[in-house]
């Protein structure tokens, strides 16, 4: 869509007012504009433009105190309760390792940013919004009770930025890593050796661009011995049987500029439709399964002996969650998640197609 044709801001803020219950993702999706127009429609009117730098944000936020994290994909949406600290800068890497809020960020995939008030009769809520330059949400944080709202507006004023605009320039978004590959550039050979030889889940990646492929491409070429697929609702199985067995796990959900982690048990789990939902004390998370087309149960080596995750994917070929069980740097793998990995309905054959 040209420029010229998108809503107005005027335009936008009165969609917004006409349909109040509707979420603004959805509802961005509806004017066919992105999340940021959406927001960004409202600055000077309860919305202030800030600017990405995440390591200003992230050394700010300790201050704060306890929030919500959120970070979503188009299939998942995953929220953690707690305080933003041990936070690690950088510019190509941020990390946040606290208890709760356990981050990966990319700090150059974010383009954009917001300070965001909202009325609701006399409640007021605040969050901070940051999106890629497309538009698509790539974290949030939001207030709760318990947070410092003094020092919230503080690295509110720290971060402003000097354009004040109600409008967001739309642009192309760029590669994904996890994005197919349009030719295959390595052999089964080639990529079982090189699988062969990993020592730590993080060299897969490194080991994905070395050999030219998407994630889903190597995992359905691999063969069984690492990777085998699984039947749909594998993912509901292992909820169901990790919340009855207060078994620890690992659930990962990302997307171009931020991979959010909940490492720890989960208790409560609520299936509405095609939706499973975590309602934990510091964990939600919001997953729906009619998006996933395909899911894998993936083995890498360490050093430590090898370990399992759980890999959801939707139609894009994009991975959607992953899981593993819960473990710390040099231990092995929990030997009951290696055991409900191993036992979920299999698909028959090498692949899932």
């Avoid at 069980?325 to 998640?337: A, L, T």
């Amino acid at each position: 869509m040209d420029q010229r044709e998108r809503p107005s801001p005027h335009e936008i803020r009165r969609a917004q007012q006409d349909n109040p219950k509707i979420r603004e993702h959805d509802l961005a999706a509806r004017l066919g504009i992105s999340e940021a127009e959406l927001v960004a429609a409202h600055c000077g009117l309860g919305a202030i433009r800030v600017e990405p730098r995440v390591n200003d944000l992230l050394t700010g936020l300790e201050a704060v105190g306890e929030v919500v994290a959120h970070t979503r994909n188009e299939s998942a949406v995953h929220e953690k309760i707690g305080v933003y600290d041990k936070v690690v800068t950088g510019n190509r890497h941020a990390l946040v390792l606290g208890d709760e809020i356990d981050l990966r960020i990319f700090p150059k995939v974010w383009a954009h940013g917001f300070a965001v008030e909202k009325r609701d009769g006399k409640d007021i809520s605040h969050s901070l919004q940051f999106f890629d330059a497309a538009g698509k949400a790539m974290h949030k944080v939001q207030l709760g009770p318990a947070s410092n709202l003094d020092a919230y507006q503080k690295l509110v004023a720290e971060l402003e930025s000097s354009n004040q605009e109600p409008i967001v320039v739309f642009k192309a978004s760029g590669a994904n890593d996890d994005a197919e590959v349009p030719e295959q550039a390595a052999t089964v050979e080639d990529l079982r050796e090189c699988w062969s030889q990993l020592t730590d889940v993080h060299q897969f990646f490194d080991m994905l661009k070395r050999l030219k492929l998407s994630r889903r491409e190597a995992v359905r070429m691999v063969g069984e011995v690492y990777a085998w697929a699984l039947e749909k609702d594998a993912i509901g199985a292992m909820f169901q049987q990790a919340a009855e067995d207060e078994m620890p796990i690992m659930c990962f959900v990302g997307n171009r500029g931020c991979i959010q982690i909940h490492s720890g048990p989960i208790k409560w789990v609520k299936t509405i439709g095609p939706w499973i939902n975590v309602l934990d004390k510091t964990f939600h998370l919001h997953l729906g399964t009619h998006h996933i087309i395909e899911v894998w149960a993936v083995r890498k080596p360490t050093k430590d002996g090898h370990v399992t995750s759980l890999e959801a994917y939707g139609a894009d070929g994009k991975m959607i969650i992953q899981f593993f069980g819960k473990r710390r740097e040099g231990e092995g793998e929990r030997e009951d998640w290696r055991f409900l990995a191993e036992t979920l309905p299999r698909i028959p054959g090498p692949t899932a197609a």
